[in-house]
């Protein structure tokens, strides 16, 4: 009878892979579990090698950023193979911008307009980390004076943009009140004069109608005005008062001399008289 020799025939070594993908704030991760081939195992991605993995053991790589990895595993004859896995991560949300559309002296509130927003961003202006306007569209509408954090977000995904200013609203001065200095017998024109003028506001007078001129300055005092009806206003921020009314009257007229006839004393009359005509 003859030897029966015995064949040993071994699978080659391999390995199953668990990926879990990198998100906004965490790395990605590649759990490796070796099979077939000889055990003990080796397990290197990059410089990071992993040994005396046992048959049915697994070894976990953390801390990996999103792209492609080698994986080398190899057993105790030592044969290897090697294979690629891919740690994925969402795409990064561009840094917002935007325009600020200031208050008016007639508007109140503000307007925050997103640079090309986009449908599947959400933009939010926060105060304190708590969000006080949420875009419509790309735009914050009436927002209130002050300064916000800006943030485009997708899911836990989120991107910082500069810090949104929205000013006060600018103060329309108060209609100004002012003393009219009228023409004398002397001087043929009038004055307008501002009471406690404001050196940071600008006064304008306009007139006299109908053929109304138009002069500013910021010391509230006209002069050589001619007779007529001068509307005023004060300016400041762009914001203008309401107009006040001046009348300027005309030079009163000096009456021109007069005649007169003189009665002289007589031999029966001691005094005389003076009798102006007319």
Known sequence: ??????????????????????????????????????????????????????????TNFTNLAAGNYSITITDARPCSTTRSRTVAAPAAIPTPAATVSQPTCTVAKGTVTVTDPDNTITYTLKQGGVVKYTAVG????????????????NGICSASGNQVVVNAQPQTPATPTAAVSQPTCTVATGAINVNSPDATITYTLTGPSPSATTQSNNTGS??????????????????????VEKVVNAQPQTPSTPTAEVTQPTCATASGAINVNN
């Open 222 to 243: 006209f002069t050589g005005l001619a007779a007529g009806t001068y509307q005023l206003t004060a300016t400041k921020n762009g914001c203008t008062s309401p107009a």
């Open 138 to 153: 790309g735009t914050f509408s009436n927002v209130d004076p002050g300064t916000y954090d800006f943030i485009a977000s």
């Open 1 to 58: 009878c003859g030897r029966v020799e015995t064949i040993r025939i071994e699978t080659g070594v391999d390995a199953d892979f668990s990926v879990v993908n990198a998100t906004c704030t965490t790395t990605g991760s590649i759990q490796v579990s070796p099979f077939g081939g000889t055990p003990p195992y080796k397990v290197r991605i990059g410089s990071d090698e992993r040994t005396n993995i046992p048959a049915g053991g697994s």
